[in-house]
């Protein structure tokens, strides 16, 4: 009997670590790409600085700049988070397919191996925003902050 605790014990264990093995990458993976969003920004506004430098001084406040970037970024999450939300369901369609040509029929086989409610959906594409909007943070404050002489100068 103790062997059999001591096994379901480890076995929990086990899955714990899995489970914060798994959290840690996801956590690293977020990190990433909220770098990438950041980086993907900062050229945006090294490629728009006389652009932002003309709207500043057509009297743009910082914050108006900052808002104009937020919202960009706010954009592009919902289009980047549609699309991958998009494809995530076409896999799951062309799972369910494969599954009802391919896979011989069996006891209690699902119609469908996923379960798709549409709170995911929407904390999917809401993450998408958010990551969007803290990459884009700095680079938005970066952009508010430039002065409108030293944008003509460059």
């Known amino acids: 009997m103790s062997e059999a605790v001591f096994s379901l014990s480890l076995m929990v264990v086990t899955n714990r670590n899995k489970s914060s093995q798994f959290s840690l990458i996801s956590l690293i993976i977020v990190g990433i790409s909220?770098?990438?969003?950041?980086?993907?920004?900062?050229?945006?506004?090294a490629q728009r600085k006389r652009e932002i430098g003309i709207l500043r001084a057509l009297g743009a406040s910082r914050g108006q700049i900052r808002w104009m970037t937020m919202l960009e970024a706010a954009i592009l999450g919902l289009l980047g988070g549609a699309v991958g939300v998009g494809v995530a369901l076409l896999?799951?369609?062309l799972t369910d397919w494969v599954s009802?040509?391919?896979?011989?029929?069996?006891?209690?086989?699902?119609?469908?191996?996923?379960?798709?409610?549409?709170v995911l959906i929407a904390s999917a594409l809401a993450a998408a925003i958010l990551f969007c909007?803290?990459?884009a943070w700095l680079p938005a404050s970066h952009a508010a902050r430039l002065d409108p002489a030293v944008a003509f100068r460059e």
């Not at 009802?100 to 549409?118: H, L, T």
């Open 34 to 45: 909220v770098i990438n969003i950041a980086h993907t920004f900062f050229l945006i506004i």
């Open 91 to 93: 896999g799951i369609l």
């Open 100 to 118: 009802v040509e391919f896979i011989p029929d069996f006891p209690f086989k699902p119609d469908s191996f996923f379960v798709v409610e549409p």
């Open 133 to 135: 909007l803290i990459g």
